[in-house]
């Protein structure tokens, strides 16, 4: 079982940044795959970005490649999602999920957590 909340989340002027992260809770962290998912105004939930459970492997959506950067920090059991050159398009609430596989399909994480709102502004 894995427990996740995000935090970070914020008003930003387009063009500025903000650091997610998902802090977890459980003793199998480390062997999870990690992702952070967006749900933006009338549209469905959007993959954005995976991680490995060894932080050795990525993926990005094509829409924030460039731009975001997933990591994680067994350790600490973090995960961060650094987001450069916001775009108000990027106004969503963004979501962490844990799996036991890496990928971008939503029915791959088991786990997720509530949610924070990223608002940026144009």
């Known amino acids: 079982q894995v427990q996740l909340v995000e935090s970070g989340g914020g008003l930003v002027q387009a063009g500025g940044s903000l650091r997610l992260s998902c802090a977890a809770s459980?003793?199998?962290?480390?062997?999870?795959?990690m992702g952070w998912f967006r749900h933006r105004p009338g549209q469905e939930r959007e993959f954005v970005a995976a991680i490995t459970w060894s932080g050795s492997s990525t993926r990005y959506a094509d829409s924030v490649k460039g731009r975001f950067t997933i990591s994680r920090d067994n350790a600490k059991k973090l995960v961060y999602l650094q987001m450069n050159s916001l775009k108000p398009e990027d106004t969503a609430v963004y979501s962490c999920a844990a799996g036991p596989t890496y990928g971008d399909y939503i029915n791959q994480y088991d786990y997720w957590g509530q949610g924070t709102q990223v608002t940026v502004s144009s």
């Open positions: 459980g003793r199998t962290f480390s062997r999870y795959a």
